[in-house]
Nanobody, 120 residues
Framework: QVQLVESGGGLVQPGGSLRLSCASSGRIFSVDVMGWYRQTPGKERELVAT???????NYADSVKGRFTISRDNAKNTVYLQMNSLKPEDTAVYYC??????WGEGPGDYWGQGTQVTVSS
């Protein structure tokens, strides 16, 4: 069974940094797009950043220049380096992967979410 497990969330002061990690495990044939999304109470989940297996990246305008997404294809792991954090970055951050498990068709998989709180 495929699982995505996030780590690295927490409480940080405005202007600080955090690094999120998301490791994929299970019988995985291939992983295409991996990304990070975030959600606050009462709002829809929104895209933060994505990266393809070839290294192309895409960012929400609100995080451009502050966040950097990267991945380790050998480990099926994606990272999100978050710098210059602002209170409005406070949210639950979810990892997403579009992948193909062995013997199955492609699908979207989600992590359980990790809380990021930016507050003084």
């Amino acid at each position: 069974q495929v699982q995505l497990v996030e780590s690295g969330g927490g409480l940080v002061q405005p202007g600080g940094s955090l690094r999120l990690s998301c490791a994929s495990s299970g019988r995985i044939f291939s992983v295409d797009v991996m990304g990070w999304y975030r959600q606050t109470p009462g709002k829809e989940r929104e895209l933060v950043a994505t990266t393809t297996s070839g290294g192309m990246t895409n960012y929400a305008d609100s995080v451009k220049g502050r966040f950097t997404i990267s991945r380790d294809n050998a480990k099926n792991t994606v990272y999100l380096q978050m710098n210059s954090l602002k209170p409005e970055d406070t949210a639950v951050y979810y990892c997403n992967a579009h992948l193909i498990p062995w013997g199955e068709g492609p699908g979207d998989y989600w992590g359980q979410g990790t809380q990021v709180t930016v507050s003084s």
